[in-house]
């Protein structure tokens, strides 16, 4: 417990540190919470206001909601726009990952090793770079990695409750609206996470059947009743403001055609280019703009580019909708043409996802090392739990394939795993606590006395 205690003042330092200072450099998405954020703040509208706002931002509701909802909400509390409260807020919520990921690695872990894996799965996320460093700016990665690990924990201690007689009715109701609800905000934060949920809800059901129908379907009915609660005053704001139903964001239609986009082998940095250098005529018009406002090459963005040629291609359709046809039509043509060529696009992607962390923190030689010794470990402690046929093995597997086949199809940013990494670091937790004890074992058999006959 000391260990643990020390392993957390240490996160929570660094992270303090991060967020008190602010990063150096503030990355687009957080710059446009911030600004999201202070539109609601201020005006009580869900758009990018203040200073910095480009001159063709991308649209608010391409962005997640839960983050700025809650940072506006700070600021409110406030009395004014401060960034820095709402920075260190957020690196207190993302440093309860820490003792979250302790106790859900001891809880799978072998009997005989939940110490070393709770402390190396404890350690892997305070002690993780892109993590700490994000607590500089607003970003929604730390924030969804605790939400979706107590999510876990709760789905699990819900599950560990089914099998006990005459629990009070609203004991039952609280252990299933709380991961519900937990997995709602995960969604608000992360929308790609609203499938993810379902996909979980779904699995947790089929490995409790054993413990009877009825409980099972009650619990599953009250997790998607926490989960729509959440989302709804979401879904039903939208549908007002935009005529249809959108669930949570409309980035998805951009995303889906940056990662259709196969001449880019997956790098969504590329897109913009090769897009500008096939459409000259594109290129020339933004051109023509810019002459006409002044701007400069700064404003060229791929917002702006995407938005252009979604109007060319599908006028009078709004830009999202368009850009996920598009993106459809991309994947469908690849398939027909040259489905091998797509498989390994695929794997291209997925590798890209969980094979390397942030360039500019982990692309040296040791941060790359560590990240794939940590990636590695992670494989290792899932295998275990398959070998030792867990039950929830099948929870933790339809979690890490969701994040895969969603980054896979849509952009394959490493930035999708840093969410997902509390449970990286159980499973590396798992994994290396195998090792030890293999290791160990291993001495010891070499330094047994050999009876003289």
Not at 320 to 326: C, F, G, K, N
């Amino acid at each position: 417990m000391l260990a643990l205690i020390l392993v957390v003042m240490a996160g929570l330092a660094l992270r303090m540190d991060a967020a008190w200072q602010g990063a150096a450099e503030n990355m687009p998405d957080s710059a446009a919470y911030e600004r999201i954020a202070r539109g609601l703040h201020e005006d009580g509208v869900f758009a990018q206001k203040g200073p910095g706002t480009p001159a063709h931002p991308q649209p608010a509701t391409n962005y997640s909601p839960g983050l700025p909802l809650a940072v506006a909400g700070v600021f409110d509390l406030a009395g004014g726009d401060n960034v820095r409260l709402a920075r260190l807020l957020l690196a207190l919520v993302g440093t309860l990952s820490i003792p979250l990921a302790w106790l859900l690695a001891r809880r799978l872990a072998p009997p005989e090793d939940p110490g070393v894996a709770g402390i190396v799965a404890a350690a892997a996320v305070a002690f993780y770079p892109c993590l700490i460093a994000d607590a500089g700016m607003l970003l929604t990665e730390a924030l969804a990695g605790t939400l979706v690990t107590g999510a876990l924990l709760s789905m699990l201690r819900a599950r560990d409750h089914l099998g006990e007689p005459g629990r009070p009715l609203w004991l039952r109701t609280t252990d299933w609206l709380l991961p519900g609800a937990l997995l709602g905000m995960t969604a608000m934060v992360r929308p790609e996470y609203l499938p993810i949920s379902l996909a979980l809800i779904l699995v947790l059901a089929l490995i409790s059947r054993g413990h009877g129908l009825r409980p099972v379907l009650f619990g599953s009915a009250l997790m998607l009743l926490a989960v729509g609660l959440v989302i709804t005053p979401w879904v039903t704001r939208n549908l007002d403001h935009s005529g249809r139903l959108v669930p949570l964001s409309t980035g998805g239609g951009q995303t889906l055609f940056t990662g259709s986009y196969l001449a880019s082998a997956g790098n969504p940095q590329e897109v913009m280019p090769d897009l500008l250098a096939r459409n000259p005529d594109l290129a020339r018009r933004i051109q023509v703009q810019n002459d006409a406002s002044g701007e400069g090459p700064a404003s060229i963005t791929p917002e702006r580019v995407l938005a252009l040629l979604a109007a060319e291609r599908m006028p009078g359709v709004p830009t999202d909708v368009a850009l996920a046809r598009i993106g459809r039509e991309n994947y469908l043509r690849a398939l027909q043409q040259d489905p091998a060529r797509l498989l390994g696009y695929f794997a291209a992607k997925s590798a890209r996802i969980w094979w390397r962390g942030r360039k500019d923190l982990t692309g040296t030689t040791t941060g790359l090392v560590s990240h794939m010794t940590l990636v590695a470990g992670a494989l290792l402690g899932l295998l275990l739990l398959a070998f030792r046929r867990q039950p929830e093995f099948w929870l933790i597997l339809a979690l890490a394939v969701g994040v895969t086949l969603i980054g896979a199809v849509f952009v394959a940013s490493p930035r999708r795993t840093l969410a997902f990494w509390p449970v990286i670091a159980c499973l590396s937790g798992i994994g290396f606590s195998l090792a030890l004890r293999l290791a160990r074992d291993a001495i010891a058999a070499r330094w047994r006395p050999v009876p003289i006959a």
